[in-house]
């Protein structure tokens, strides 16, 4: 019970911040379940990957509403978002294996590296501009391309990939709307494919916790996703009201921080 109110508090915040602030959840939700499963005595060589596999579990539910959104409002152009797809399938496949030949440490590691980086992306967007002119989206071959790469790194870090599709798409100058569309629309392959990835790497494994289906926890699965679904609405609302930029910022130094800890850790 314990372990399901701690996971249920961690998705509030990981709806309430993905909702306000347009953060993918796997930036939330990986770092707390580092430390909540090194307090429950995990074996350390599997804690960074059990957090990064039940990070894209959740997503996969929060994903499949926001494709819907998205949708519905008109803004995929599924077309490239299949292309990025095949690429981000396979990429997605490849980020769990990877992660699965590191160690538990070093992964962690290289988490709070990609926080330390995202954080600096999230200070620094505001004085990026739009890229202006006609698009410049590649074949099918090279978003297939763009897309594994893509793939590798969401999987390897257990987030949606927004941070990664939506300034790609940018560069190719596709609108604003449509990028964030695609993006979202290429959450769910991304999440799909390193949840099955996580739990084929992890199947088996003795260090892992009962109720672990490899390095998917369904426990802590299960209450992140009570919460951050309908909190992600909550924060959608609340993004309206509240200045989104300081908050941004102030998440932005927390994430340096916590990433920094887990470089040193």
């Not at 909540?36 to 996969?60: F, W």
């Not at 199947?203 to 996703?225: D, N, Q, R």
């Amino acid at each position: 019970m314990t372990l399901f109110l701690i996971c249920a508090l961690i998705g509030v915040f990981a709806g309430l911040l993905g909702g306000a602030l347009g953060l993918g959840g796997g930036v939330v939700i990986v770092p707390p379940l580092i430390y909540l499963y090194h307090a429950m005595g995990i074996d350390p060589q599997v804690v960074a990957q059990l957090a990064v596999g039940t990070s894209l579990c959740t997503i996969i539910v929060t994903s499949i509403s926001s494709v819907h959104t998205h949708h519905r409002a008109g803004f995929v152009r599924w077309p490239v978002a299949f292309r990025l797809g095949v690429g981000i399938v396979v990429g997605a496949l490849i980020g769990a294996v990877i992660a699965d030949r590191l160690s538990g440490p070093m992964l962690t590691r290289l988490f709070g590296v990609f926080a330390v980086l995202v954080a600096l992306q999230m200070l620094l967007s505001g004085r990026r501009k739009q890229q202006q002119g006609e698009e410049r989206v590649p074949g099918s071959a090279g978003l297939a391309g763009a897309g594994g790469v893509i793939g590798t790194i969401s999987s390897l870090f257990g987030i949606g990939g927004g941070s990664l599709t939506v300034p790609f798409l940018s560069w190719c100058r596709l609108p604003m709307q449509n990028a964030v569309a695609i993006s979202a629309a290429c959450g769910l392959p991304i999440a799909l494919a390193g949840t099955l990835g996580f739990m084929a790497t992890g199947w088996g494994k003795p260090e892992l916790p009962e109720w672990a289906l490899g390095y998917v926890y369904f426990p802590a699965a299960l209450a992140i996703v009570v919460t951050s679904f309908p909190m992600a609405r909550v924060g959608a609302r609340l993004s309206h009201r509240l200045p989104s930029a300081t908050l941004k910022r102030i998440f932005a130094v927390v994430l340096i921080v916590i990433g920094t800890e887990l470089m040193l850790g």
